[in-house]
């Protein structure tokens, strides 16, 4: 056993020092996995187990103004990396269908670049604690913890071994992608008077699908090109396409596809039974809208919206008043 454990400590001492890249060695949290893998695991407690125990007996808290601020920082840093990307070899002469790491002078602007994405990945992780402090634990799902959870350290390999190269494609587009992301997020916490016109939510959804495509077909091609490109990292990152497409896909589904499903047969029901009437009268005073009948409100003792008011309670004559 002792000589296991000695040829185990000589195998990981060897892997990060002379099979890694000595240009990122001495880089913020590159010189061991351990940090960052401690943080993912303590992100993943905190938001799953921790955090909603905190919140438990608490107030969600009114956090408009701080994701305002929050969704355009990361708009910015997105777009800034975006950029960085382009410049660093993607617009010049980086070559789609295989690309080594540069290892030359000009090469290290292109891991400079990929560390600051790096980082990137432990800024989201704002996302889900700002779902959690207001109390918005539908958000915090099984496929966004583990998005955010996997991605820093997956992205930490890339840095220690391969900073640069043909899987920094993933990186760019990704950057590309979390610019439309962080904007929406950004003008969605503006308020009801910019809500309304967020009707593509679905298409971005839809558009970070199309992304996890576009990587896994992009990674996977150098399985038939002969390429001087580490092809486990090609795989790696390929299978993280390939996974997160099945992920998003369930969550589009389940999000919009039986939602839709729903409405018809609630339209369906609607059609054949007449119009349903609140509390069965049948001269009503409110008529239920088909998302209200889905839920089975009973609006005498929930809101009531009338002329583009929202009130508490209704008089027998049909009148609005509020219910002190």
């Known amino acids: ?27 913020p949290m590159m ?17 799953k187990s921790l955090a909603p125990r905190l919140m438990e007996n608490r107030k969600p808290f009114d956090l408009r103004k701080t994701l305002v601020v929050y969704n355009l920082f990361q708009t910015v840093f997105s777009a800034w990396i975006f950029y960085e990307y382009l410049q660093s070899g ?25 560390w600051w994405y790096y980082i990137s990945k432990f800024t989201e992780f704002f996302d889900t604690f700002f779902f959690i402090l207001r109390k918005k634990y539908e958000h915090v799902s099984t496929l966004h913890v583990i998005h955010h959870g996997v991605m820093p350290f997956s992205v930490w390999m890339g840095m220690k071994f391969a900073p ?13 992608v979390h610019i ?90 609607a059609s054949e ?6 509390n069965g009268d049948s001269k009503p005073n409110v008529l239920l809208s088909q998302e209200e009948h889905l839920n089975g409100g009973n609006y005498l003792n929930g809101h009531i919206e009338k002329n583009g008011q929202i009130t508490n309670g209704i008089t027998s004559n049909g009148s609005i008043r509020s219910r002190k």
């Open 1 to 27: 056993m002792a000589y296991l454990l000695q040829d185990l400590y000589d195998w990981y001492h060897d892997l990060m020092d002379n099979q890694s890249d000595s240009r990122v060695k001495d880089w």
């Open 31 to 47: 010189q061991s996995p351990v940090p960052t893998l401690l943080l993912c695991l303590s992100y993943a407690y905190f938001c």
């Open 90 to 114: 993607w617009l010049r002469d980086y070559s789609y269908r295989c690309q080594p790491v540069d290892y030359t002078p000009k090469g290290l602007r292109m891991a400079e670049t990929c």
């Open 164 to 176: 640069g190269g043909h899987s920094t494609f993933f990186a760019m587009l990704n950057s590309f």
């Open 180 to 269: 439309v992301m962080y904007f929406y997020y950004m003008l969605a916490a503006m308020g009801p008077q910019v809500q309304k016109y967020l009707w593509w939510k679905r298409y971005l959804t839809a558009f970070q699908m199309i992304q996890f495509v576009a990587i896994f077909t992009h990674q996977f091609q150098l399985l038939w090109t002969d390429c001087d490109y580490p092809k486990g990292f090609m795989v790696w990152i390929g299978l993280h396409g390939v996974m997160f497409l099945f992920l998003f896909s369930d969550f589009y589904k389940q999000s919009y596809l039986k939602k839709k499903e729903k409405i018809r047969a609630a339209e369906k029901k």
């Open 273 to 278: 039974n007449g119009k349903v009437y609140l």
